[in-house]
């Protein structure tokens, strides 16, 4: 249905078509790519694990939060640094509320508070975001396809948040696709763990990302894995 829009003058009203639902993202689009998401962040390992990424000269995607560890302003060195360093900074809602069981007002703001720290820290808001929980339904997406988010998911889940300092429970999930060689041919990968976990960010990652290259992966960021340009990460 389109929405009339009236204007003055003898102009003929213009028609404006309703947003789209958000796309859901599971899975890279790009055979060969592999992209390793941090949720729950920014904290205190946040700053390490960019350290380790820039030795290894890989990006990775973050999902931050604006109040879950800690406030998005206490870290935004460590924010700003990511951008910079050109991972990809993503929204994971304000403070990892579940969306689908909020009213339409509390799920806008939840958008709105990171939005407008994401401007005050970067200079601008993302357009990618992972709903809490991967939580989802057709409001939700509506809301999202309204704010031009897309909303990611994964397809590979480390599960760390249920045995945060069980270093191989984490990787023996990156070893059982890294090491089958049938799938460096197939769609890429998008990992999901939490940069709030130490074992995570500063054990499993670097291990994870080695053997990746290793085997002959590319890690990129989320846009990157589904040839999306850079440009189209982020808006104002």
């Keep these: 249905l389109a929405i009339p829009i009236t204007s ?3 102009t003929p009203p213009v028609l404006q078509k309703p947003s789209e639902p958000a796309t859901v993202i599971t899975r890279c689009t ?3 790519t592999i992209a390793i998401t941090f949720d729950d962040g920014p904290f205190l390992y946040t700053n390490g694990l960019l350290d380790i990424l820039q030795s290894r000269n890989v990006k990775a995607t973050f999902f931050f939060n604006g109040n879950t560890y800690g406030r998005i302003e206490d870290f935004a060195a ?3 640094r990511a951008h910079q360093d050109g991972h990809q900074v993503a929204s994971h809602t304000w403070d990892h509320k579940d969306l689908t069981l909020l009213s339409p007002s509390e799920a806008v703001t939840e958008l709105t508070l990171l939005e407008d720290a994401f401007r005050k820290i970067i200079g601008v808001r993302p357009t990618y975001l992972r709903p809490p929980f991967g939580s989802l339904n057709g409001p939700v997406l509506d809301l999202l396809g309204q704010r031009n988010y897309t909303a990611v998911l994964w397809d590979q889940d480390t599960q760390d948040w249920a ?8 990787y023996r999930v990156y070893e059982a696709f890294l090491n089958n060689p049938e799938e460096l041919g197939q769609s ?3 990992v999901l763990q939490h940069e709030v976990n130490q074992v995570t960010a500063l054990q499993v990652a670097p291990m994870a990302i080695d053997l990746a290259l290793v085997r002959g992966y590319k890690v990129v960021t989320v846009g990157e894995c589904l040839g999306d340009p850079k440009s189209n990460w982020y808006t104002v």
């Design 163 to 170: 045995h945060p300092t069980n270093f191989d429970a984490s």
């Design 188 to 190: 890429g990968h998008i």
């Design 78 to 80: 460590s924010v700003k």
């Design 30 to 32: 790009i055979p060969g």
């Design 8 to 10: 003055s003058g003898s």
